[in-house]
């Protein structure tokens, strides 16, 4: 019988032979999950015998995993502005730059905004993220797959913020009733190219939603199709702010100019590029 050690150990050669990131950190955290144990506890249970049925839990985990699922979508969860939210394939995987989206807006958010519109929202994390950071605020979510939405509805139940989003089914802003308008206006819309989108890693490429992650005109079609039409929805002294390819800001501005935006900025993640758009109208 195998300790979880010699577990951990085995994995972790299995997925270093399979081109996994991180090979002992993805072992110890599948372990870990299938377990039910911390990963602190986990480091004092290292002699401790694997059970059969354990084993057999762990090694469908590593088969996933091995297969290059991601990390997230075999884990069933990630972690997302203080917040545990569930994730598989109806939706992509919320990532850091998402979260930089969301402290950008609290940050330059001078009021609480009243209204809030999050375009594509997948599973929910950026509504939920801002539901919570604004909670007098009327938050609206859009997407137009129905699959997506149910995984959103599900997090908005699990977060308990039941109530707080109203999901609604629509292709951008093509769902909502005339005459809507909103104090701010978020998205993270698809924007790699379809070349971007073959030379990310197979977690990305062969397992996260396609129509979510590639546009056309080089990524920038759907931001083309949202920035002018946001003009339309936003309240006086709205912002929309978005994420973004990093070479699509001298686009994204020039769109804001001829919307009639009154001014715009570009906000640079952790490795320095482009990454966030805002525009004010």
Known sequence: MLNVLEVIRKTSEFFASKGVESPRLNAELLVSHALALGRMELYLQFERPVTDPELAAIRELVRRRGRREPLQYVLGFTEFCGMRLRTDRRALIPRPETELLVETIVARCGAPPGRILDLGTGGGAIALALARAFPEAAVTAVDRSAEALSLA?????????????????????GGLPGGALF???????????????????????????????????????????????SAGFLAP????????GTGHHAQAAGAARAAGFSRSESVRDLTGRDRIFLAWR
């Open 153 to 173: 509805a599900e997090n908005m139940a699990s977060t308990g913020l039941s109530g707080r989003v109203a999901l609604v089914e629509s292709d951008w802003f």
């Open 237 to 244: 002294g709205g912002m929309i702010a978005l994420e973004t």
């Open 183 to 229: 104090d701010l206006i978020v998205s993270n819309p698809p924007y790699l190219s379809e070349a971007e989108v073959e030379a990310t890693a197979p977690e990305v490429r062969d397992h996260e939603p396609h129509p979510a992650l590639a546009s056309g005109s080089g990524g920038f079609s759907d931001i083309a199709r949202i920035v002018p039409a």
